[in-house]
């Protein structure tokens, strides 16, 4: 959750009373978050799994880009992963 509030792809409630708005991405690191905006393109037509994980939320009803925004979350989530894990086979602290 942290790292995707510092990117910028945490969702924000717009809501006042009883009224609710839409949800929207804001704030965060713009550069960072237009990299994983192409990424992603990328990732949906040629990475099977987020192939995969793209088709199961468009089956679901979620409008693309919600969609879209889903997969540079979770590419996210993989990257920060991956840097925890090699930090952990080299010992770094």
Known sequence: KAI?????LAPM???SGTWQGQRRISGGRAVVREALYMAAL??????PRLRAFYAGLKAKGKASKVALVAVMRKMLVILNARK?????ALGCP
Do not use: K, M, P
Not at 4 to 8: K, Q, R
Not at 42 to 47: K, L, N
């Open 4 to 8: 995707a509030s510092l990117v910028g």
């Open 42 to 47: 990328t990732a949906i037509r040629y990475e």
């Open 84 to 88: 925890r894990d090699a930090e952990v």
């Open 13 to 15: 409630n717009r809501e």
